[in-house]
């Protein structure tokens, strides 16, 4: 199943990193909310940064929703937890989940 709604088109799925501060940890992660943080601070202080964005993590559950991940998720992690698969072999399983599945418009 495809994704309906394109991610850049939609609000909640994007959020432009200089309208992002530390308290936004909860909607696009530790490392994207510090980067806004940053350069935020960055530009107030006359340094140029080019501009980016962080996709949410509304966006990233919709889409392993959407192109049904989770469950495959799932079940690796749980081979993990029960010993039937190290964490190197769940690790290159799941990059391998993401790499072969198209984000689609």
């Given at each position: 199943?495809?994704?309906?709604?394109?991610?850049?088109?939609?609000?909640?799925?994007?959020?432009?990193?200089?309208?992002?501060?530390?308290?936004?940890?909860?909607k696009v992660g530790g490392k994207n909310a510090s980067l806004g943080e940053?350069?935020?601070?960055?530009?107030?202080?006359?340094?140029?940064?080019?501009?980016?964005?962080?996709?949410?993590?509304?966006?990233?559950?919709?889409?392993?929703?959407?192109?049904?991940?989770?469950?495959?998720?799932?079940?690796?992690?749980?081979?993990?937890?029960?010993?039937?698969?190290?964490l190197a072999q769940v690790g290159r399983a799941i990059r391998w989940l993401?790499?072969?599945?198209?984000?689609?418009?």
């Open positions: 199943m495809a994704l309906e709604t394109s991610l850049l088109a939609n609000p909640v799925y994007v959020s432009w990193f200089e309208e992002l501060r530390i308290t936004d940890i909860d940053l350069i935020r601070t960055l530009k107030d202080q006359g340094v140029r940064v080019p501009d980016g964005f962080a996709i949410t993590v509304d966006a990233y559950w919709t889409f392993l929703k959407a192109e049904g991940l989770k469950d495959k998720l799932r079940s690796h992690l749980d081979d993990l937890a029960q010993g039937k698969q190290s993401f790499l072969q599945t198209p984000c689609s418009p």
